[in-house]
């Protein structure tokens, strides 16, 4: 099938990879402009362009969908489809009309359950024992298009945002391919989503990383989990704001208050928590330094007692 590719991230990249492996004509990969990245503030290409120029495929950076001349320009490619993956800008309805089969997004949650920007962090943080990958024609609405396929997969209570990004984005990519020869064949349903079951997954930012000690071990294990890499959980320790990257539940419990740091292992830092359970950081990082296990840090580093 002739195909314009839409994404950015590296999320986006299996499925672009896997749909040039199932021979559709790529025509043409639409993805963000060039960003400054590192203390050089050097530009730099995104995952999806990368790969799609080592493809030889066009690739068209727009700072907007609006232009006239960026529609036409996409209608003398003449998609019979178009496949959105995280590209991170919304498609104007003329746009969403333009290929004969329509547009349809590879969307990292089980929908209509986290729609928006951060579906895989907010199923960590809110503690969701499984998640998954959806396709969907796409509508005008933020997430909102009818439902085509969808394929679910357990969340283990340890897993973080990096492993369950890159499984997410294996999974998406294997649907997909799936689901775009359904969608050639003619054989492609479509289900309304149910908006009453719908919730939103916001972006990301700081103010979400102080850590509560108040409140469960298990709610700050998945705080923990559900930031990393960024803006990553946070707490102070002596003086120092320590980024938290690791941690889990020994099962060990305490009467001490919240926040009590009873000491360190042989794996990490144990901490009260608001339940009366206790919270073991095992990977952390300190300002000017690189992330480490918690047992490195504390040898340099040993805790005062409280």
């Not at 730099?44 to 609006?66: M, N, R, Y």
């Not at 973080?160 to 775009?180: F, I, P």
């Not at 928590?273 to 480490?292: F, H, S, W, Y």
């Amino acid at each position: 099938m002739r195909i314009v590719f839409m994404g950015t991230p590296d999320f986006a990249v299996p499925s672009l990879e896997r749909l040039i492996a199932d021979g559709h004509q790529v025509v043409g990969v639409y993805t963000q402009p060039d960003k400054p990245k590192n203390r050089g503030m050097k530009l730099t290409a995104s995952p999806v362009k990368e790969h799609a120029l080592a493809h030889g495929i066009p690739v068209f950076q727009p700072t907007t969908l609006k232009d006239d001349a960026v529609f036409e320009e996409l209608c003398t490619l003449a998609p019979e489809l178009i496949v959105v993956a995280a590209y991170g800008k919304i498609l104007p309805k003329r746009i969403l009309d333009c290929p004969e089969k329509g547009c349809i997004n590879v969307h990292s949650s089980l929908l209509p359950r986290y729609r928006g920007a951060a579906p895989i962090n907010w199923a960590i943080l809110n503690g969701e024992d499984e998640t998954g990958v959806t396709i969907m024609y796409m509508a005008e609405g933020l997430d909102t298009g009818d439902i085509i396929s969808q394929r679910a997969t357990p969340i283990d209570p340890n897993e973080s945002v990096e492993t369950l990004h890159d499984r997410l984005a294996a999974l998406g990519a294997s649907l997909l391919s799936e689901t775009v020869v359904s969608i050639a064949d003619g054989t492609a349903t479509r289900r309304p989503q149910d908006d009453a079951q719908s919730n939103y997954a916001p972006m990301l930012n700081r103010e979400l990383s102080p850590v509560d000690f108040t409140r469960s071990a298990r709610q700050i294990h998945d705080q923990i989990r559900g930031l990393v890499p960024w803006p990553a959980a946070c707490m102070e320790v002596e003086g120092l704001s320590l980024k938290l990257f690791a941690s889990d539940l020994p099962g060990e419990e305490s009467e001490l208050p919240p926040g009590t740091i009873l000491g360190a292992d042989k794996k990490g830092m144990r901490i009260v928590c608001g339940d009366g359970k206790v919270l073991r950081i095992l990977e952390l990082q300190a300002p000017g330094k690189k992330r480490m296990r918690a047992v490195d840090y504390l040898r340099g580093h040993p805790l005062t007692r409280q």
